[in-house]
C-alpha cells in the first residue's frame, strides 16, 4: 500500500501554482521569490552611493514576507539567511566546509555588512569596492549557501517521511528554487533578476556558452536537475536527492567560479588592468569559492586567496 501512495503521489507532483523559471512548484512559494526585490533595492540605493539605505534593505528587508497577512507577519531577510545560519545548518556538509574556512558561521553576513557599512575588513575599501562587496555578498554568499540550506532541509524531511506533494520536504525544495531564481525572471527565465539564474546568464555571455536565444546552459541543467529532485523527494528516494543536491551545488559553484576568472583578467596588470572596482568584484567572488577550491588544494586555495584579495600589497594574477 505505501508503493501505491507513493506512486499516487507521484502523479500529482505538479500543482497549480505558477512555474518559476519553468519549474512548477507544488507549494506557494511566491513570497519567497520575492527576495530579489529586496536584492533588487539594495542595488538601486547602491547605485546612488546611499550605502545606509542598502544596508537597511539587507537587514530589514520588506518585500519577502513570512505568515503575511497574519498576527505573524514579518520581513524575510537576506542577512538572516546568515546570521541564522548557526542555528539552522550546523553540522550540514556544504555550510560546515564554509564556516570552517571563514571561522565563523555568520561568514556571509560578515562580508556583506562590513562591505555595505565600510567596517572591518573593508574599513578601507572605496565606495566602488564597497558596492561590489555589499551587492555581491548579498547575493552569491547569503542567498547561496541559503539556496543549498532549503534542499539540505528537504532531504532531511524526507528521511522524516513527510513526503505528501503540499508537505515540508516539497515546500523546502520549492523554496531552494524561488531563491535561486528569484520572482524577476518570471514564469520561463526570460525576464531580468538580480540573483543566481541571474548571474548564470552574465557569466554565459561573458564566456561564450550561451545557448542560441541568450540563455544559460547552466541553468537548463539546474532546473531540470531541481525538477529531478522533486520528483525524487514525491517518490521518498532520499538519498537520490542528496545526489541531486550535490550536483546542483556543483553546477551553482560554476558562475562564480568564472566570475573569479573574468575579474582576476581583468585586474591583471599584464591583462586589462582595469583597478580596484574591478578586483573587489575579482575579491567578490573569490570569495565565494575559496573554501571548496581549499578543500580541494590547500596550495591552490592559497594561491587564489593571495593573488585575487582586494588589497593585496602584491600584484594581483
Known amino acids: 500500500m505505501l508503493s501505491l501512495g507513493l506512486v499516487l503521489l507521484s502523479s500529482n507532483v505538479h ?3 505558477d512555474p518559476i523559471t519553468g519549474y512548477a512548484p507544488n507549494t506557494d512559494v511566491v513570497q519567497h521569490s520575492r527576495i530579489d526585490l529586496d536584492q533588487a533595492a539594495m542595488e538601486t540605493a547602491l547605485a546612488a552611493n546611499d550605502f545606509e539605505r542598502a544596508y537597511a534593505w539587507y537587514k530589514g528587508g520588506g518585500n519577502s514576507l513570512k505568515s503575511p497577512g497574519t498576527v505573524n507577519e514579518k520581513a524575510r531577510t537576506i542577512k538572516g539567511f546568515s546570521t541564522d545560519a548557526g542555528a539552522k545548518m550546523n553540522g550540514r556538509r556544504w555550510f560546515e566546509l564554509y564556516k570552517n574556512y571563514w571561522g565563523r558561521p555568520d561568514y556571509a553576513d560578515a562580508f556583506t555588512t562590513a562591505g555595505c557599512n ?4 573593508f574599513a578601507t575599501a572605496d565606495p566602488a569596492g564597497r558596492r561590489e562587496f555589499c551587492k555581491k555578498g548579498s547575493a552569491y ?5 541559503y539556496v543549498i540550506w532549503e534542499m539540505t532541509d528537504a532531504v532531511e524531511d ?4 513527510q513526503l505528501d506533494a503540499n508537505g515540508d520536504a516539497a515546500h523546502a525544495w520549492d523554496e531552494a528554487v524561488a531563491f535561486y531564481s528569484g520572482s524577476l525572471e518570471g514564469a520561463t527565465g526570460a525576464g531580468s533578476g538580480k540573483l543566481l539564474y541571474a548571474l548564470a546568464e552574465k ?4 564566456f561564450g556558452t550561451c545557448n542560441t536565444d541568450g540563455s544559460a546552459p547552466i541553468n537548463d541543467a539546474i532546473i531540470q536537475l531541481f525538477k529531478e529532485g522533486q520528483d525524487a523527494l514525491i517518490a521518498g528516494k532520499c538519498q537520490a536527492v542528496v545526489d541531486i543536491r550535490d550536483r546542483i551545488v556543483a553546477k551553482m559553484t560554476v558562475p562564480l567560479v568564472q566570475g573569479t576568472i573574468r575579474y582576476a583578467y581583468r585586474s591583471d596588470p599584464n591583462g586589462l588592468n582595469r583597478g580596484t572596482k574591478d578586483r573587489a568584484e575579482g575579491w567578490a567572488f573569490a570569495a565565494a569559492i575559496l573554501p571548496q577550491v581549499q578543500a580541494c588544494s590547500q596550495r591552490a586555495g592559497d594561491e587564489v ?10 600584484a594581483v594574477v
Open 305 to 314: 586567496r593571495e593573488n585575487m584579495f582586494w588589497n593585496a600589497t602584491t
Open 15 to 17: 500543482a497549480s501554482f
Open 141 to 145: 554568499q547569503n542567498v547561496w549557501m
Open 203 to 206: 557569466r554565459c555571455a561573458n
Open 158 to 161: 524526507c528521511q522524516r517521511r
Open 118 to 121: 565600510g567596517t572591518d575588513q
